[in-house]
């Protein structure tokens, strides 16, 4: 059968992963992007369980280590900035991985990295993006944002949580996509200092606000801010300017202690500013005819999941690998992707917000037990050694093997 010609929207982790598997078979993939350049920014992230497996399967596992950020464990702080309680990064290479992964890597680097690995063999297209499209069962006709229509065989939405590509297909009475977790972030990078070293710090302060420093670089700190808050028009901020969610932020979190004030100040000049709401993507709509959706289009798991990246990987190798076994049969290999990789997404969504919302407390009392809690089980070495024997956050899943796609085996 001729080559496949693939039109892929979105060009950040989860399409260029589809690309560098199906480009290996020889099908012919354009990646559009609606930034006018690669979107190299973003901030930290990790890779766990079968999204290391799949990093190697692609041959991706070394240069990804180049580049992996230096993040020993995570620190529990009070008001003073004194440590009360430490878990380590399990690092040993078994068992799951614990609050730090032992593949922490910022985004950027991570979409450098897979750029680089498919800019020879994809097409990559910048500042555009699909207006609307068409299809029928033998190809799907794209209406571009700048230009004019072309068709493919099959159009992927890897375009993120709020995917355009996503809403294109849902039946007219779908329910919403978006499990609100109650809980909204905003991160943002300031100068780093000397106190800042490779130990996250996390502090808790009263009103469901939790503070979150980390240093990828010997340059840059990134802060995360978090807050509990169940108002269903809070999330309209995160569509207001730059200038207002600023000012929203500091409102809510000035006097909160710790180094907020330093957080603050930096905030006010800082180039990397992202404010969003943490959602899952729930839907049962994957795929519709020649079109299918892919990563945090198709599945987000929020950023409490750590999963979300290899999420990507997983759904990309999954994807790649259904498409290659049923060239023929289009809506066939949609549905053997959906049924094989769905039990794995059931796993890595099983986010439970109370306990979310837990450790994020509403009063000095509730702080101070959980800061109680932790001593006592880092005390006892507890979290180490559940990292050392549990199972990573995906369950029993097991990544399938397609052999026809892999020149790289773990």
Same mark, same amino acid.
């Given at each position: 059968?001729?080559?496949?010609?693939?039109?892929?929207?979105?060009?950040?982790?989860?399409?260029?992963?589809?690309?560098?598997?199906?480009?290996?078979?020889?099908?012919?993939?354009?990646?559009?992007?609606?930034?006018? $350049?690669?979107?190299?920014?973003? @901030?930290?992230?990790?890779? *766990?369980?079968? !999204? /290391?497996?799949? %990093?190697?399967?692609?041959?991706?596992?070394?240069?990804?280590?180049?580049?992996?950020?230096?993040?020993?464990?995570?620190?529990?702080?009070?008001?003073?900035?004194?440590?009360?309680?430490?878990?380590?990064?399990?690092?040993?290479?078994?068992?799951?991985?614990?609050?730090?992964?032992?593949?922490?890597?910022?985004?950027?680097?991570?979409?450098?990295?897979?750029?680089?690995?498919?800019?020879?063999?994809?097409?990559?297209?910048?500042?555009?993006?699909?207006?609307?499209?068409?299809?029928?069962?033998?190809?799907?006709?794209?209406?571009?944002?700048?230009?004019?229509?072309?068709?493919?065989?099959?159009?992927?939405?890897?375009?993120?949580?709020?995917?355009?590509?996503?809403? $294109?297909?849902?039946?007219?009475? @779908?329910?919403?996509?978006? *499990?609100?977790? !109650? /809980?909204?972030? %905003?991160?943002?990078?300031?100068?780093?200092?000397?106190?800042?070293?490779?130990?996250?710090?996390?502090?808790?302060?009263?009103?469901?606000?939790?503070?979150?420093?980390?240093?990828?670089?010997?340059?840059?700190?990134?802060?995360?801010?978090?807050?509990?808050?169940?108002?269903?028009?809070?999330?309209?901020?995160?569509?207001?300017?730059?200038?207002?969610?600023?000012?929203?932020?500091?409102?809510?979190?000035?006097?909160?202690?710790?180094?907020?004030?330093?957080?603050?100040?930096?905030?006010?000049?800082?180039?990397?500013?992202?404010?969003?709401?943490?959602?899952?993507?729930?839907?049962?709509?994957?795929?519709?005819?020649?079109?299918?959706?892919?990563?945090?289009?198709?599945?987000?798991?929020?950023?409490?999941?750590?999963?979300?990246?290899?999420?990507?990987?997983?759904?990309?190798?999954?994807?790649?690998?259904?498409?290659?076994?049923?060239?023929?049969?289009?809506?066939?290999?949609?549905?053997?992707?959906?049924?094989?990789?769905?039990?794995?997404?059931?796993?890595?969504?099983?986010?439970?917000?109370?306990?979310?919302?837990?450790?994020?407390?509403?009063?000095?009392?509730?702080?101070?037990?959980?800061?109680?809690?932790?001593?006592?089980?880092?005390?006892?070495?507890?979290?180490?050694?559940?990292?050392?024997?549990?199972?990573?956050?995906?369950?029993?899943?097991?990544?399938?093997?397609?052999?026809?796609?892999?020149?790289?085996?773990?």
């Amino acid at each position: 059968m001729a080559p496949l010609k693939v039109l892929v929207c979105g060009g950040g982790c989860a399409g260029p992963a589809l690309a560098y598997w199906l480009t290996r078979s020889g099908h012919q993939v354009t990646i559009i992007e609606r930034f006018p $350049a690669l979107r190299a920014t973003g @901030a930290q992230i990790d890779i *766990r369980g079968q !999204g /290391i497996v799949t %990093a190697k399967r692609m041959g991706l596992l070394d240069t990804i280590r180049s580049k992996l950020v230096d993040e020993e464990g995570v620190a529990l702080v009070d008001s003073e900035g004194n440590i009360r309680a430490t878990v380590l990064a399990n690092k040993s290479g078994k068992g799951a991985q614990s609050l730090t992964s032992e593949f922490e890597i910022m985004r950027g680097d991570l979409v450098r990295i897979l750029y680089d690995a498919t800019k020879d063999n994809v097409k990559y297209i910048f500042d555009t993006s699909v207006d609307h499209f068409e299809q029928d069962e033998q190809k799907v006709t794209v209406y571009f944002s700048n230009g004019p229509s072309q068709t493919f065989d099959l159009l992927v939405g890897a375009d993120g949580q709020g995917s355009r590509i996503r809403q $294109a297909i849902m039946p007219p009475n @779908a329910p919403d996509p978006y *499990r609100r977790l !109650g /809980i909204h972030i %905003a991160y943002w990078f300031i100068p780093r200092i000397e106190s800042d070293n490779n130990i996250r710090r996390t502090y808790q302060s009263p009103g469901g606000r939790m503070i979150m420093r980390r240093s990828h670089n010997p340059a840059e700190t990134q802060v995360y801010f978090f807050l509990r808050d169940d108002a269903l028009e809070f999330s309209s901020i995160h569509k207001a300017s730059v200038e207002q969610q600023k000012d929203f932020w500091t409102q809510r979190f000035r006097g909160a202690g710790w180094e907020t004030d330093r957080f603050l100040e930096g905030m006010k000049t800082t180039n990397n500013w992202y404010c969003q709401e943490a959602v899952q993507v729930q839907t049962e709509t994957w795929h519709k005819g020649r079109v299918v959706l892919l990563g945090d289009a198709a599945h987000c798991p929020s950023p409490f999941s750590g999963m979300g990246t290899t999420a990507s990987l997983v759904g990309a190798y999954v994807l790649a690998g259904e498409i290659d076994r049923n060239l023929e049969n289009l809506p066939q290999a949609f549905k053997n992707y959906d049924k094989t990789l769905r039990p794995f997404i059931h796993e890595v969504q099983n986010v439970k917000p109370a306990l979310l919302k837990l450790g994020m407390p509403e009063t000095w009392w509730g702080i101070a037990i959980l800061r109680f809690i932790f001593e006592i089980l880092c005390f006892l070495r507890i979290p180490e050694l559940m990292s050392m024997f549990a199972k990573e956050r995906d369950g029993d899943w097991k990544l399938p093997d397609y052999s026809e796609l892999e020149a790289f085996k773990e």
